[in-house]
């Protein structure tokens, strides 16, 4: 009674910041499952793990599957256990280390890894954990890593070499490397809107649930045997027309975009003003000419023509905010709408004046006043709230997109009611792809008609020929071999 206040009781701890709350008698059971699973497989501590050794693990792992087009990422993950980073990053650069019946440079080293490190990565990082949090691990090494851009090329590498609908890309080494960057583009789009360069583990938990469902959709769902149905990352369609739209633009086939080249994308659609700031916002001073590369071309289009995704409103928030002060003024507004208007009056139609613009945007977003506010300024909040970010980039950047909306497209309108299920940037890259398919079929008519007309040519010249070597008609001439 005289002892003081009694110590409150201890309360279990019911939240793992890391991912994993599974009890100890859980974690324990599963890393007897793996033995066993090990043992099934014909694997013991000693044995050598490979890329597909790997592969052959993960969908059977105790606790929960995870896609095999994980297993290099894993891989190079054990190299960094057990090797170091230098060490990791050396052997993993080659690319054809780590795959059976290969063999590369680094091989002697990579072959070292045994099943005993399989075991020591489980169970210091995926032992425990389930859904989602097993792939962010495996993709990271850990429950706090993070990604620069390279490190996804593990997990390209991977889609190149195991889907059915990639195997052309085998003996295409530049497509491949140009498919595979794009890729990798495209999720940073998705998990690194802000372009930092670094997608750390709090990130994917955050941000990465649509990577998660296409790598489970590219083994096991509909797109397992034609890879453009995985339309978020993946789809071959999609890089090809992203990437001719780069090689249309780079007219002096230097592999880097400048503000000329830029300017003239989509037929000059964009202003003149929106797109030096655009270069500005993008253009890398790591190139030589300090223009776009095609990774921040890949980010640009994405924006452009998927605007109504997170990473294109903040991007376009940025663009239009000149002063960067986190509001969208009136006097900005103006300063973009005002090329455009000139522009429209240029092309023969009748521009709307800036007042009726601003009525017409502040009604369609409805931004929310705050003291600090100048009446009729927009956040990024207000913009993403409303969904209207398309039509107020497209009003005051993209002449094109500006007229488009001022008459009704019943098509448009139509396709987008008939396919809830794409995006803006579906939708386009769907159009592009059945015009180059078009362009394609039409030049090579045009070489079937060339070659018509050669072998017309020719065959003129032999009988030609023929007549002034041997006196014979043209009756006999026309027997020639043709």
Not at 129 to 153: H, I, K, N
Not at 327 to 345: D, G, I, N, P, T
Not at 387 to 393: E, Y
Request: charged content about 25%; proline content about 5%; some cysteine.
């Amino acid at each position: 009674a005289g002892g003081g206040a009694a110590p409150p009781p201890a309360v279990p701890r019911f939240f793992q910041p890391a991912g994993s709350n599974a009890s100890q008698s859980v974690v324990q059971q599963q890393l007897i499952d793996l033995q066993m699973l090990l043992g099934t497989c014909g694997l013991h501590g000693g044995s050598p793990v490979d890329v597909p050794t790997i592969a052959t693990l993960l969908p059977r792992l105790p606790g929960g599957a995870v896609p095999t087009l994980l297993a290099r990422s894993v891989w190079l993950h054990l190299l960094r256990s057990e090797f170091g980073p230098e060490v990791a990053q050396q052997i993993g650069s080659d690319l054809s280390v780590g795959v059976a019946g290969k063999q590369g440079p680094s091989d002697g080293l990579a072959a070292q890894l045994d099943a005993g490190a399989f075991c020591r990565f489980f169970a210091a990082h995926i032992a425990g954990t389930s859904g989602d949090e097993r792939l962010v691990r495996c993709l990271c090494g850990s429950a706090v890593g993070a990604l620069s851009p390279v490190d996804f090329l593990p997990l390209t590498t991977e889609v190149v070499r195991r889907h059915p609908s990639l195997n052309f890309l085998a003996k295409e080494d530049v497509y491949r490397s140009h498919y595979e960057h794009t890729v990798t583009q495209r999720i940073l789009f998705v998990l690194d809107p802000l372009r930092t360069a670094l997608v750390t583990a709090a990130q994917l938990r955050r941000a990465g649930r649509p990577l998660w469902l296409a790598l489970r959709s590219l083994e096991s769902g509909e797109a397992v045997e034609d890879i453009n149905l995985e339309r978020r990352f993946f789809s071959y369609e999609q890089f090809y027309v992203i990437f001719c739209k780069f090689v249309e633009l780079d007219h002096d086939q230097d592999f880097e975009l400048s503000l000329e080249e830029l300017q003239s994308y989509d037929n000059y659609s964009l202003s003149t003003r929106a797109v030096t700031r655009i270069f500005l916002e993008l253009a890398s001073q790591a190139l030589p000419c300090g223009g776009l590369g095609f990774a921040e071309f890949v980010f640009f289009l994405l924006c452009e023509e998927d605007k109504a995704s997170p990473t294109a409103a903040s991007f376009w928030f940025r663009i239009l905010d000149m002063d960067a002060d986190g509001k969208l003024s009136a006097h900005e507004m103006q300063f973009f709408y005002e090329e455009q208007a000139s522009r429209v009056a240029a092309l023969g139609h009748e521009a709307f004046g800036f007042a009726d613009i601003l009525c017409q945007l502040t009604d369609a977003i409805n931004p929310r006043s705050q003291p600090s506010a100048p009446r009729g300024s927009i956040t990024l909040a207000d913009l993403k709230r409303s969904r209207m970010v398309p039509l107020l980039v497209n009003t005051l950047t993209n002449v094109t997109k500006l007229l488009r909306s001022e008459v009704s497209d019943m098509h448009a309108l139509r396709e987008a009611q008939a396919t809830p299920y794409l995006s803006d940037f579906d939708r386009w890259a769907r159009a592009e792809y059945a015009k180059c398919a078009e362009e394609d079929e039409d030049e090579d008519e045009d070489d079937d008609i060339e070659d018509d007309d050669e072998y017309e040519l020719a065959k003129a010249s032999f009988m030609s020929m023929l007549v002034e070597q041997t006196g014979c008609g043209v009756s006999r001439a026309q027997e020639a071999p043709f």
